[in-house]
């Protein structure tokens, strides 16, 4: 199995800036993708932004330009710097990560249990 752990959720003011960290443990082989997704009261959970071990990224086009994904592949963790925040980012976000155990070859998915950001003035 592996766990994903969040850290640094909060409540910003519009404008602000906010840093989310994930760290993976476990009986982990290799992870391939690491990233975020997010879901608002109300809606489906959407992709923020993803990054492969070669840091390849995949952004939102509702975030690029502002939230910057970054990994430490010898960690096993993943930051999201979250900049010119919004009202509409207001959200849980939920760490994911795609990888293989020692005990279990075959890629499968992994979510964090979310870190709450709220922006509002």
């Known amino acids: 199995q592996v766990q994903l752990v969040e850290s640094g959720g909060g409540l910003v003011q519009p404008g602000g800036s906010l840093r989310l960290s994930c760290a993976a443990s476990g009986n982990i082989f290799r992870i391939n993708v690491m990233g975020w997704y997010r879901q608002a009261p109300g809606k489906q959970r959407e992709l923020v932004a993803t990054?492969?071990?070669?840091?390849?990224?995949n952004d939102a086009d509702s975030v690029k330009g502002r939230f910057t994904i970054s990994r430490d592949n010898a960690k096993n963790t993943v930051l999201l710097q979250m900049n010119s925040l919004k009202l509409e980012d207001t959200a849980v976000y939920y760490c994911?990560?795609?990888?293989?155990?020692?005990?279990?070859?075959?890629?499968?998915?992994?979510w964090g249990q979310g870190t709450q950001v709220t922006v509002s003035s």
């Open positions: 994911y990560a795609n990888g293989q155990t020692t005990r279990w070859p075959v890629p499968r998915d992994y």
């Open positions: 990054i492969t071990s070669g840091d390849r990224t």
